[in-house]
């Protein structure tokens, strides 16, 4: 299994305005004859049909949804989508595919989870032959733009390409400034003065605590691979495909988690995902949590937080061997079994077009895999959320490495860890949790690569 770096300073606005246009093309390998034409292109070949788009419930699916009506004033096409939240809708669309006949004609694609099983069972469309056709893309979509580390998560092993680029999240950390400051500290520098900041900014007698994070069982996973990264560890191998997740650094890193989540986490931090985090947060009485830089825009709104101005935003500290960012990200495809791929196609090219790519950097609802959006002035002119937002993004990207093994049981990956994760919030031992986890999905791994 070959291993795929997702450092990204093709991506970061001061690499981009340093590099030439031809350094931010895919690479060789990865080219794609981009549609020419010299008329008009007709956006409205396909007016009158109707498609169903399925996405994940987050600040992606929002981008799109939000923008609906325009795509189907310019196609004539008809969207109906929904956005579901990203557990549910990865066992429903597995489900559907099996089915034979998905329900849906366009679907958002977790590439950290969903790559190579997708992959594996050709669920989606190839996309070359489409980007090839000048009667389907259009002659202004610019497929040079893409950055190569987004193209690269895009293509699978065999050289297809069943997903468009939408976006790459990095992980990084939001903290209270205000709750900082009033304990006289300076942001962490390493994964020890995050334990020690938390400690000092918890006061369980006022409801102020210094930590939340993920503690649901299969979304809490990714806090603790981020926190191997920092020990130089990945929980697969990428060359043996072996697990790592009894090594010495695998097993501090879930003491880190348990620490943080059983001492200086408020109650009930079993049940939370991003979005329980995002929201508790949100209420100016956590010091610092961790997920993905796409989750800021609702800290900003005065209408849902009470922190507006208040929250810092810090690249993941050093850890004791190595400093990372744990980088996720996803793409948009069409469901082999539709019946209306072009219109679906259409619906894809539009979704990772330059003005979606701009609205999302905008937003702050992610990072996109175009190179453009971050060397416009005019973009960045644009933005929703502080300066400090685009350059935590940008200092994120250039120490980005997989946050998730590549492997096709990612999803019993989580389970099986994840559920160990939990325990060790309710007391049980660390080391025997992951040795447990460990024990029981090996024989899953092996019967995967097989």
């Known amino acids: 299994m070959t291993k795929t770096t997702f450092t990204r300073t093709a991506l970061s606005r001061r690499a981009a305005l340093r590099a030439g246009a031809g350094l931010l093309a895919a690479p060789a390998i990865m080219k794609v004859a981009t549609a020419q034409t010299s008329g008009a292109f007709n956006w409205k070949r396909f007016a009158g049909q109707s498609i169903e788009v ?17 795509f189907t004033e310019l196609t004539g096409i008809k ?67 893409f950055t190569a580390g987004g193209v690269r998560w895009a293509t699978q092993a065999d050289g297809r390409m069943d997903t468009l680029p939408n976006n790459i999240d990095p992980w990084m950390i939001y903290y209270n400034k205000e709750l900082f400051a009033a304990k006289g ?17 918890t006061d369980k007698s006022a409801g102020i605590y210094g930590w939340v ?26 060359k043996t495909v072996k697990l790592q997740t009894t090594t010495d650094g695998a097993i501090a890193a879930a003491e880190l988690y348990k620490k943080l989540n059983r ?52 690249v993941m500290p050093q850890g004791p061997k190595a400093r990372h960012s744990a980088t996720f990200g996803d793409g948009i495809g069409v469901a082999a079994a539709s019946k209306k791929k072009e219109a679906a196609y259409l619906y894809c090219q539009w979704a990772t077009s330059k003005l979606m790519c701009n609205r999302l950097l905008q937003s702050g609802g992610g990072s996109p895999c175009r190179a453009s959006p971050y ?21 994120s990207s250039e120490i980005g490495r997989p946050g ?5 049981p990612v999803t019993e990956f989580r389970d099986v860890f994840g559920v160990g994760l939990t325990n060790t919030i309710g007391g049980a031992d660390a080391r025997a949790e992951m040795q447990k986890a460990t024990d029981a999905f090996a024989p899953v791994l092996a019967k995967s690569e097989a």
């Open 375 to 395: 060397k416009s002035p005019e973009v960045i002119a644009g933005l929703k959320l502080p300066r400090e937002w685009l350059s935590c993004l940008e200092g």
């Open 79 to 145: 969207v109906g989508s929904e956005a579901v939240p990203e557990q549910q809708h990865r066992q429903q669309q597995v489900i559907q595919f099996n089915s034979g006949n998905p329900q849906f004609d366009v679907t958002s694609v977790s590439w950290h989870v969903q790559k190579r099983l997708f992959g594996k069972s050709k669920w989606l469309v190839d996309m070359k032959p489409l980007l090839a056709d000048s009667q389907l893309t259009a002659p202004d979509y610019d497929w040079p733009d």
């Open 213 to 238: 994070s993920r503690g649901l069982k299969n979304a809490n996973v990714p806090v603790w691979t981020s926190f191997m990264l920092g020990h130089d560890v990945d929980p697969v191998d990428p």
């Open 263 to 314: 001492d200086f986490a408020p109650p009930g931090t079993v049940g939370f995902n991003w979005n329980e985090a995002q929201t508790s947060f949100s209420q100016g009485k956590i010091g610092m949590w961790i997920d993905g830089i796409g989750f800021a825009p609702p800290l900003e709104d005065p209408t849902k937080s009470r922190i507006v101005g208040k929250v810092g935003y810090a």
């Open 185 to 201: 500290l300076a942001f962490p520098r390493t994964f020890e003065e995050i334990v020690m900041a938390a400690e000092k900014l």
């Open 404 to 408: 998730l093994p590549e492997i096709v």
């Open 54 to 70: 399925s996405l994940t419930l987050g600040p992606r699916a929002n981008n799109l949804r939000a923008h609906e009506k325009e």
